[in-house]
T-cell receptor, first 109, second 115 residues
Framework: GQSLEQPSEVTAVEGAIVQINCTYQ??????LSWYQQHDGGAPTFLSY????GLEETGRFSSFLSRSDSYGYLLLQELQMKDSASYFC??????????FGGGTRVLVKP | GAVVSQHPSRVICKSGTSVKIECRSL??????MFWYRQFPKKSLMLMAT?????????EQGVEKDKFLINHASLTLSTLTVTSAHPEDSSFYIC???????????FGSGTRLTVV
């Protein structure tokens, strides 16, 4: 089976940096993805790591260490619009995605 | 970029009736689509994998006779919630990916309320 752990909530101020950690246990692994979801909306793809290391996309970066079954999403220069839920997800056999419980990020002025 | 269209966005139905939700890949072909269910402030739970031209595969605990999935073409998958009951009220979302290593694109979701 698959299980992913991530913090339930993080609060930070505008301009700050937030790191959301994700640890996983899976029976198969092809990559770790991150998705953003605003209340009432659908998830939107942020990043994907298949190999160890850091992937940078604008203000967001994602890191993966397969040996540690660990990854993180780094949100820099936080903006109010970044208030949302962030999910890590593991791609496994059959291209299925299993999602973590989600981290609610609240950005304060 | 890859676009997945899902309809309807909201539906209210009476107990005992059936509701059909459509999921279309607009600019790519999807041999596989995925259906998720999400409760308020919770994570997305995979319900089933929709396979073009063959039977869907359901996750453990999901009633296949309750949630009928049809994937008749490379761009369309449908989920029918049969004999809906209030406990079926939820947010249903489909997703697909144009490439094996690309991020998945999600439909806008369908909020189902059964009264």
């Amino acid at each position: 089976g698959q299980s992913l752990e991530q913090p339930s909530e993080v609060t930070a101020v505008e301009g700050a940096i937030v790191q959301i950690n994700c640890t996983y246990q899976t029976s198969g692994f092809y990559g770790l993805s991150w998705y953003q979801q605003h209340d009432g909306g659908a998830p939107t793809f942020l990043s994907y790591n298949a190999l160890d290391g850091l992937e940078e996309t604008g203000r967001f970066s994602s890191f993966l260490s397969r040996s540690d079954s660990y990854g993180y999403l780094l949100l820099q220069e936080l903006q109010m619009k970044d208030s949302a839920s962030y999910f890590c997800a593991v791609r496994a056999a059959g291209n299925k995605l299993t999602f973590g419980g989600g981290t609610r990020v609240l950005v304060k002025p | 970029g890859a676009v997945v269209s899902q309809h309807p966005s909201r539906v209210i139905c009476k107990s005992g009736t059936s509701v059909k939700i459509e999921c279309r890949s607009l600019d790519f072909q999807a041999t596989t689509m995925f259906w998720y269910r999400q409760f308020p402030k919770k994570s997305l739970m995979l319900m089933a994998t929709s396979n073009e031209g063959s039977k869907a595969t359901y996750e453990q605990g999901v009633e296949k006779d309750k949630f009928l999935i049809n994937h008749a073409s490379l761009t369309l998958s449908t989920l029918t919630v049969t004999s809906a009951h209030p406990e079926d009220s939820s947010f249903y979302i489909c997703s697909a990916s144009p490439e094996a290593n690309y991020g998945y694109t999600f439909g806008s979701g369908t909020r189902l309320t059964v009264v």
